[in-house]
């Protein structure tokens, strides 16, 4: 159980906002004003009361989200691009979609002449994939023999595994030698902002999917103990938006996203040039 309160979500952007400012990327005037922004937050009644929150394994989580996660904001994936034009450039073969989840990222392979195997630990999200050849699996435990993939592809999964290595080492054993591994997560840099899927448990009460914060030297130094150099790594930049004003800062639900438009310019400073995406490209060093 975790315990999330508005107030202590708009503090925490104040306080990275005022954190740029002290290494000189702001003035005088913006500090003072984010100041008196943040007293007047404390003094806001509609923040007082914070909310306690389930925290569910990713198999549960995901079950509960299954039915809806290819509608609304999720129809558009922004990790899709970068991930289509590294396939574009990889000759077809064998592939596996890893935590392939309702299969969007099955259809980038199968699009590009790849023979896909799609393996998920969630059957309500396989109940919604459109691929041959499905298994309920962990990533842990792949049922896939040796050396047998040319590209292994994991898209939104790793957030949810709390050590990287013996994921990243599984997926080398099934790539062939000078196979390819590609990768995206939400950054590291978002995840510790509150970019964590909500759901709802059986009985309604707030519950997040268990996340956790790899940096991006986790990444690189799983990589290296599994034999896979890296090829690229992007780190996808958004574009600036401005959130819309929620009075009261909205539902659970929302969180975080609807407290942002009570702190506008707190939040354009602390979320400037940071980054939304993670995207790796790894090769299997052949032996």
């Known amino acids: 159980m975790s315990y999330e309160h508005p107030l202590a979500y708009l503090l925490g952007v104040e306080g990275s906002a005022l954190l740029r400012a002290f290494t ?16 007047a937050l404390l ?10 929150v389930t925290q ?25 691009p970068y991930l289509a034009a590294i396939l574009d450039a990889l ?95 939400v950054h590291p840099e978002q995840v510790q902002r509150g970019s964590i899927p909500s759901v709802r448990t059986t009985t309604g009460a707030p519950a997040r999917v268990r996340t956790h914060h790899h940096r991006v030297g986790d990444y690189l130094r799983a990589f290296l103990a599994a034999g896979l150099t890296p090829v690229s790594c992007q780190e996808p930049i958004p ?10 800062g909205g539902p659970w639900d929302l969180w975080p996203w609807s407290l942002n438009g009570l702190i506008p310019d707190a939040l354009a400073a602390a979320a400037r040039n940071v980054p939304a995406m993670l995207v790796w490209h790894c090769r299997r060093t052949a032996a």
């Open 24 to 39: 000189g990327e702001h003035d005088r005037e913006f500090v003072d004003a984010r100041l008196a922004e943040i007293r």
């Open 43 to 52: 003094a806001d009644e509609n923040l007082a009361d914070g909310v306690e």
């Open 56 to 80: 569910l394994a990713p198999t549960d989580g995901y079950a509960r989200w299954a039915a809806d996660y290819d509608t609304g904001e999720n129809a558009a994936f922004a990790d899709e």
């Open 91 to 185: 000759p077809p073969g064998r592939a596996l979609d890893a935590a392939c989840g309702t299969g969007r990222l099955t259809r980038l392979l199968s699009e590009r002449g790849h023979r896909v195997v799609a393996v998920d630990s969630s059957p309500e999200m396989l109940r919604h994939a459109k691929a041959d050849l499905t298994h309920v699996a962990d990533l842990h435990k792949l049922p896939i023999e040796d050396g047998t993939q040319d590209v292994v592809l994991c898209g939104l999964a790793l957030s949810h595994v709390p050590d990287l290595a013996p994921v990243i080492a599984e997926f080398a054993r099934v790539l062939t030698p000078d196979g390819h591994l590609i990768l995206s997560d």
């Open 239 to 248: 574009e600036p938006a401005t959130p819309p004003v929620v009075p009261g």
